[in-house]
């Protein structure tokens, strides 16, 4: 079946630093991938998306590829805010109506 | 306009005790999911309801879970006799249709405790 893989974390950056959190998924066919962010305290949100192979989603600074060939949809932001701190769940959508998602990846940035 | 909500945005309640917990989808989306998530976990998916009906219910943990939706909109988790590994937030979560390409709009939870 479909499946999602993340990185672990908590990732603990400092504020302006590089993020990037990885995400390589399994499924059958051509899914749909999604980031989506919870901010503490409250429920997820469609942080970014992509449909087809190589398109790139961005929103918020925070941009992911769909790469078909390595199978993988990191997402990447060039200078993360103590606002950015949040858990990141990559998800897949494709040949059900059930998505799938990663276990999520906590990001801390610290001023 | 009015996004997902749920209700109670809290609730304790002691083992053995039935609950009920409360998801108001976006109107007219025709799609709702729950999902529980458990401290540090992922999400874990319980059901999915398109309209009315409920095609997949395989993610009810056990016949202590049961939901209902109504007029294609209003939908009801139902925890009979909870148990302490119930203890979790519940998220709803609605969708203009199943499939693809569209994106689940969340509501903000129900956080469960089983003392």
Request: with cysteine; charged share 20%.
């Amino acid at each position: 079946g479909d499946s999602v893989t993340q990185m672990e974390g908590p990732v603990t950056l400092s504020e302006e630093a590089f993020l990037t959190i990885n995400c390589t998924y399994t499924a059958t066919g051509y899914p749909s991938l999604f980031w989506y962010v919870q901010y503490p305290g409250e429920g997820l949100q469609l942080l970014l998306k992509a449909t087809k192979a190589d398109d790139k989603g961005s929103n918020k600074g925070f941009e992911a590829t769909y790469r078909k060939e390595t199978t993988s949809f990191h997402l990447e932001k060039g200078s993360v805010q103590v606002s950015d701190s949040a858990v990141y769940f990559c998800a897949l959508s494709g040949g059900s109506y059930i998505p799938t998602f990663g276990r999520g990846t906590s990001l801390i940035v610290h001023p | 306009g009015a996004g997902v909500s749920q209700s109670p945005s809290n609730k304790v309640t002691e083992k053995g005790k039935d609950v009920e917990l409360r998801c108001d989808p976006i109107s007219g989306h025709t799609a709702l999911y729950w999902y529980r998530q458990s401290l540090g976990q992922g999400l874990e998916f319980l059901i999915y309801f398109q309209g009315n009906s409920a095609p997949d219910k395989s993610g009810l943990p056990s016949d202590r879970f049961s939901a209902e939706r109504t007029g294609g909109s209003v939908s009801t988790l139902t925890i009979q006799r909870t148990q302490q590994e119930d203890s979790a937030v519940y998220l709803c979560a609605s969708s203009p249709a199943g499939g693809d390409y569209n994106e689940q709009f969340f509501g903000p939870g129900t956080r469960l405790t089983v003392l």
